[in-house]
């Protein structure tokens, strides 16, 4: 597949994976600063945005999307590299962890925990706040269907909710995104990935935790305080059950992290991401992939 996005900077290389309903311009206001020490990789995930795959039959499961973007690095010289993922990216990032555990140097989950501990903790207050994780995982085409009706109101609908209405994203890349969401081969793929999530996803998960397989490398989660819920398991001791070295915290604003309170989020990620790094070392300067970071494209 190709994919679309962008890269730049110098040092150890970082994998920068966005999540639901973005593109990779979810990470303008952190990869400046992050690659002032770092060379960072920025794609569209596979379905979302511009980078299409050749087909999205059987479901884009998050293996699947790992494994090509193990060859997109592979493609750009960069054997062993860090990943930070948020919402479905992070889920991405955790399964390619897994399956390519000589391939990641250290995982920072923003915002997320496995989905098989999602589907563990699911509750009425779950379901209604996070309809479309079920909405969309339905059979096709009927999501597909619906969307198509007015897929602006349902794109307008749901970034409102992950923001709270504080006019955390600015009009360019909310229209950048709103464009994006009106490809209907990408409302297909993001349709794809939730079905994927109920499906193939979770028996991955499962399957891990039966055979105890866990994240080799070191873990960070970072989650926004306002999202979750007080009295159950922090998702520092959630992801405890998946790696060993793990460690993070709370930040305010809302789940769309890097978008609301980079500062915060660059705050702990920044020494997260420069622990020393047993001779990893950084990559020569890569060429753009397609798009301009900067420019919101």
Known sequence: ???????????????????????????????????????VIIPDLPGYGASHPDQMEPPWTKRRAGEALVVLMDALGH??????????GARVGYRLTLDHPNRVFAYASLAVV?????????DLGFAVKNFHWFFLAQEADLPERMLAADPDAFMDRTLEGMTGGRGVIDQAAREAYLAAFRDPAVRHAICEDYRAAVTEDLAFDRADREAGRKLPCPVMVLWPEADWVKG????????????????????GGGHLQAEDVPDEVMAKLGPFLDRPRNGLVGNEYPRPLQADLERGS
Do not use: C, N, Y
């Open 1 to 39: 597949m190709r994919f679309a996005g962008v890269t730049g900077g110098e040092g150890p290389p970082v994998l920068l994976l966005h999540g639901f309903p973005q593109t990779h311009i979810a990470w303008r206001r952190i990869a400046p600063t992050l690659a002032k020490s770092h060379t």
């Open 79 to 88: 054997d062993r590299f860090s990943v930070v993922g948020h919402d479905r």
């Open 232 to 251: 159950g398991p922090t998702p520092v001791e959630i992801w405890r059950r998946w790696a060993d070295d793990v460690k993070g915290g709370a930040t």
């Open 114 to 122: 496995p989905t098989l501990d999602v589907m563990a903790g699911v």
